[in-house]
Every structure is written in C-alpha cells, then in structure tokens.
T-cell receptor, first 111, second 114 residues
Framework: GENVEQHPSTLSVQEGDSAVIKCTYS??????FPWYKQELGKGPQLIID?????GEKKDQRIAVTLNKTAKHFSLHITETQPEDSAVYFC??????????FGAGTRLFVKA | EAGVVQSPRYKIIEKKQPVAFWCNPI?????LYWYLQNLGQGPELLIR????????DSQLPKDRFSAERLKGVDSTLKIQPAELGDSAVYLC????????????FGPGTRLTVL
C-alpha cells in the first residue's frame, strides 16, 4: 500500500541553526504534500504545503522542496527558534483522497 | 472563527466498555475525517465523510467501531467494546471539500483503556 517514510525521527539543533526533515513517498500519483506541526496536547496544524506542479515553496523561515522523479520532499527551517520545538509530520495525498502521514520528527531547538 | 471542537478531551474506561467521541467541524466544511494517532506515530485515517456520506471507511474496524454524521455537520465515533489496544488519540479534522485542501484538526480525544 501507500507509504510515507520520514527521517530523522528526532532532531536536535542549536537556536539559530537550520533544520532539515526529509520524506519519501511510494504512490507516484500523489500530488499534494502538506507539512504539519503538532505541539503537545494539540492537533496537527498546517505550516506549509506544496503541489506537484511546483518544485519549491518558501514562507518566511520555512521552505519545502519537492523532487517528483525521486519521490522525495523536504522541509527546511532556517534561523530556528525555541518555539519551533514540536513534532513535524509530512504527508502525501492523491487527488483529494486519502492522506498518508509520515511517522513524525521530534524537533528540539536548544536556546 | 471557532476551530474544530472535540469532546471529551480525555477518557479513561475499562476494557469491554463502550465509548463515544464527538466532533463539531468548522462551519461550512463539507468533509470530515476521523484519525487514529498512536503514540509516536502520524495520524491514520479511520473514516472520511463528504457531507453525511461515508466515502472512505476502509480502515475502520467495523466489528467494534462505528461512526455517523447526521445532517452532515457533527459526527460521533463509537467503540463497542473497547480493547486495550484502542488506547490512542482520536483526532477529528475537517476541510472545505475533498480536494487537496488544508485539513484543520481538532485537539483530539486521548483514550485510555484499562
């Protein structure tokens, strides 16, 4: 079945450094790739998304890249801050149908 | 604008007991999702509604789980009887439609089965 693999499972960075989270997907029909941030005791919240007709998208300190040929997509957070500490999930969806989530990356930003 | 509302936030029950979770989606959102989130894992879809119709329930364990979305607004997810392995967070989400649009998640209900 469809699968999304996410790495690393845990990431610790110093405040101000960059953080990169990588995902791969198996379903070549996937065309929508959202990223969610989940804080303790809360539901996931969309932070950025990218569609298959775009290779890169940026929103302030957050950027996402997509390589459809390799079925890879990545989240880049620059100038990390302590409030960026959370669990981040990548996901892949196909035409509005089932969204498959990765297992998550726990990001620690040390002040 | 109010977000997705879920209740209860926490529930502790003994195995073999029934339990129900309630979700009120964002006003105007036609699509509603119920997800299961195990500790340290990403959400896994249980069922998706478009208005009042369950259009994807392939991952719902129908021997013990049931769901309904009367009038295409609020939804209830039920487990009867609960098993120890059902301990998890149950998330509800909604979106405008089934296209590739942002899903808005509620805070979830943390279920503990003893």
């Amino acid at each position: 079945g469809e699968n999304v693999e996410q790495h690393p499972s845990t990431l610790s960075v110093q405040e101000g450094d960059s953080a990169v989270i990588k995902c791969t997907y198996s379903d070549s029909a996937s065309n929508y790739f959202p990223w969610y941030k989940q804080e303790l005791g809360k539901g996931p919240q969309l932070i950025i998304d990218i569609r298959s007709n775009v290779g890169e998208k940026k929103d302030q300190r957050i950027a996402v890249t997509l390589n459809k040929t390799a079925k890879h997509f990545s989240l880049h957070i620059t100038e990390t801050q302590p409030e960026d500490s959370a669990v981040y999930f990548c996901a892949a969806a196909t035409g509005g149908f089932k969204t498959i989530f990765g297992a998550g990356t726990r990001l620690f930003v040390k002040a | 604008e109010a977000g997705v509302v879920q209740s209860p936030r926490y529930k502790i029950i003994e195995k073999k007991q029934p339990v129900a979770f309630w979700c009120n989606p964002i006003s105007g959102h036609n699509t509603l999702y119920w997800y299961l989130q195990n500790l340290g894992q990403g959400p896994e879809l249980l069922i998706r509604y478009e208005n009042e119709e369950a259009v994807d329930d392939s991952q719902l364990p129908k021997d013990r789980f049931s769901a309904e979305r009367l009038k295409g607004v609020d939804s209830t997810l039920k487990i009867q009887p609960a098993e120890l392995g059902d301990s998890a967070v149950y998330l509800c989400a909604s979106s405008w439609d089934r296209g590739n649009n942002e899903q808005f998640f509620g805070p979830g209900t943390r279920l503990t089965v003893l």
